[in-house]
């Protein structure tokens, strides 16, 4: 079973940057594509970005699009979500996810194992 660990959540003022990063374990993350998710209070978790196995497709909200990169290194074994511009309602639990598929999607129910989460707050 593959494990995911976040980092890099933080509090950020509006129009700021943060870099997350998602640390797995397990022989199986370099053929999986990754996936990051958000959860606000009172909202439900809703797609942010997704990465193909190798980095060749990237998947991308449109609330999101144009400010964030998600990238990958498998050689370390980690996804990286680089957020720019951020703004007040980017502020949520920040969850990485991976699926047993070598393509990524932008459904929850399609991710087979996730991490703990990283709060990231986006003071205005």
């Known amino acids: 079973q593959v494990q995911l660990v976040e980092s890099g959540g933080g509090l950020v003022q509006a129009g700021g940057s943060l870099r997350l990063s998602c640390a797995a374990s397990?022989?199986?993350?370099?053929?999986?594509?990754m996936g990051w998710f958000r959860q606000a209070p009172g909202k439900e978790r809703e797609f942010v970005a997704a990465?193909?196995?190798?980095?060749?497709?990237?998947l991308y909200a449109d609330s999101v699009k144009n400010r964030v990169a998600m990238s990958r290194d498998n050689a370390k074994n980690t996804v990286y979500l680089q957020m720019n511009s951020l703004k007040p309602e980017d502020t949520a639990v920040y969850y990485c996810?991976?699926?047993?598929?070598?393509?990524?999607?932008?459904?929850?129910?399609?991710?087979?194992?996730w991490g703990q989460g990283t709060q990231v707050t986006v003071s205005s």
């Open positions: 996810a991976g699926r047993m598929n070598p393509y990524g999607s932008i459904w929850v129910w399609e991710y087979d194992y």
């Open positions: 397990g022989r199986t993350f370099s053929t999986n594509a």
């Open positions: 990465i193909s196995w190798n980095g060749g497709s990237t």
